[in-house]
């Protein structure tokens, strides 16, 4: 049993401690004393304060100060120690795509978090996972990461460790971050400066071993009626590591040909006419994924087949769907209808590349390289462990009811004391 | 003469006299000086002869000589009845003495100074009486010059048992020409100061001995609910805060009392309980000539 303000407690023990007072300076009735002379005595409130040697009303005493304390604990906020040795794990477990052998990694993280510990997958959100054993544990990770993101964000893992690190830190001296992740680039997004410098320690980091389509570059097959293609600029301009996939873009209607090549497994069939249009107003469509690719200009939307089974990987503004993927064979295919301006330099600008990137990526999406060695450091940091107790405290949000049955049993209390009290004044 | 327990504070006051404050009026022979001129041996003065005086009181030797007749006068001595008015009220019981054992205390007090005060009188061969007011009634003893009177007082006064809060004033109009009040001023201190006054203007004398416990001046220092004996009804409490006050308020009573008091020619005094009995006769019966030469 932990108190999340002890403070309380020595309220609790002050205001014990009048009442005890109070009931030995009680006003009270002072004995008599014959005295003739009583008539010069100052006319004032027939009961005077008296001190006593010993408490009176033992029976009142006795229910106020259990009323006290009950309310002293109730504010003191007890909780419950959970069960676990004195150093305790919370494993960040890296369950996207870009983890080669996620079985593996999960026994390994359930060997990490020992006793006590907690481990918590994450790719793009993040949640604990049950401890029940190992096996359990490999099956629910993989059964999660079936299709899922292609590389985990380290953001909501920091947030999801703080939330377990609160609540098995209590019972504990400190606590143990292990970060098992391949660190993909990307991982680290605005938020995750802020959120690691949250957690009072040092991060130990065990790097998995990624999945082979993050190491490579795309390789992007572009088949255009085109002479002087506006796309070919920014497929120039991908960053050199986005995965080792085929990538087919057609710039006219696909031919069963192009279909039947996207089945090969890694390959993704991008589907995009060349159709130009001059629009009068700047449209907004954003690139689903891990990194929303969100790109404003004058665009122009075109027809797109949605049919069952098409996921949704682009939306216009007003999630209008602007580009769709379908699974076919072990790769997809994939239809944007944003039409581009005519005239301007848009395709020569970041955001394009950034939306083009998107929608090139491997069908499970877009992995990323490894992080360099620079970042890893500044994620692991250095220094001690945390702090057990800073973290146990932290978690005002983790109330118990206990306090609710603390205030309820000192409101009974008190009612008995006033039912005893008009009793004993009757 | 058996008076029990006061034997030894009769031998305390054995041979001290009690003079009159002023010449008393004209009676059987006795002790105090006289306001009229008698036929005793001593010379004081003579005055013509009148009509109806006794012709053996004639200087003849005079009368031979210078052929007038004159009255041979001699300074006349009486006796001065003593009454004693002692009050029994129930203020008077304190401090309670449930043992029975203890000296001090009021009705302790007053029961001494009656019977020394009686015995002196007494010894002056002055009548001697007493009249105690209780709730039992008034006991009334005349006042006498026989032998065993103080006896007789003191048996009286152990027999009366102080209660209730019975009047003092209506006893001072019988009593005899030196009227001794003992009574602690908590009942009818108003009429009895008019009733002492009028005594005093008859020709009488008026003393006061006003009887203060020292418990009265210096209550307990513990809390306590003070209860006028009686009169229950006054029930105040008696703390720290309200102890300077009472102090203040009985000191003022006192005062008030003595000045008073004195202001109506009754001869006051004010007895401690904790005080020796013999020391305060001694005092009491002190004349006023000597008092204002013991001040300076």
Known sequence: MSFLAPLALAFGAVAAAAVVALHLLTTRRPPPLLLPTARFVPVSEARAVARASRPTDLLLLLLRLLAVLLVAAAFARPVRDAVGPRVR???????????????????????????GGAVIGFDTAAREWPLDSVASLAAAVTASTTGGPARGALSPAFVAARTAAARIARGADSLRLVLLSPLAEGAVDAATPALRAGWPGRVEIERLV?????????????????????????????????GAHLVRLVRAAATASDSAWARAPGRVLLV??????????????????????????????????????ATVIARWSDAAPAAIQVTAGAGCIRTV???????????????????VEALVAPCAGIRGAAMPDSSVRWIAGTGPLAGARALAADAAHDATTLPAWLLAAALTLLAVELLVRRRSAA | MPVGPYGALLDAVRGVRWPARRPVPGGAPGAHQSRTRGVAPEFAEYRPYRQGDDPR???????????RAFIRLAPDHAILGTTFVVDASASMDFPRDSAGTAPAGKWSLAKRLTIALAAIAHGSADPVGVIVASAAG???????????????????????????????????????????????????????????????ARGGESHLLHLIARAELEPPAAPAMATDPEDASCERPLVEATREEYAIRFAAFRAEVARTMRADGVTYHEVLDDTAPEVLVRRIVRPPGALAEAAR
């Open chain 1, 89 to 115: 794990t919370v494993v960040l477990l890296d369950v996207s795509a870009s983890v080669a052998d996620r079985a593996a990694a999960a026994a390994r993280a359930r060997e990490l978090s020992g006793v």
């Open chain 1, 210 to 242: 990624a999945a082979p389509d993050t190491a490579g570059a795309p390789r992007v097959q572009v088949v255009t009626p085109l002479d002087d293609d506006p796309i070919a600029p920014a497929l120039d301009r991908l960053p050199a590591a986005r």
């Open chain 1, 272 to 309: 995009w006419p060349a159709r130009f249009t001059q629009p009068v107003a700047a449209e907004g469509v954003s690139a689903l994924g891990p990194t929303p690719a969100p790109l404003v200009a004058p665009l122009a939307r075109l027809p797109i087949p949605l049919s069952d089974g």
């Open chain 1, 337 to 355: 209808g944003v039409g581009l301006p005519l005239a301007g330099d848009l395709t020569l600008r970041a955001p394009f590349t950034h939306f």
């Open chain 2, 57 to 67: 009181r004639i200087d003849w030797k005079l009368l031979g000589r210078s052929d």
């Open chain 2, 138 to 200: 008034v006991r009334r003893l005349e006042p006498r010059t026989r032998r065993g009177v103080v006896a007789e007082i003191a048996r009286t006064l152990d027999a009366a048992a102080p209660g209730g809060s019975a009047p003092l004033a209506p006893l001072i109009a019988s009593s005899s020409a030196r009227c001794v009040v003992l009574t602690d001023c908590l009942g009818d201190v108003d009429a009895l100061r008019a009733a002492l006054a009028r005594h005093r």
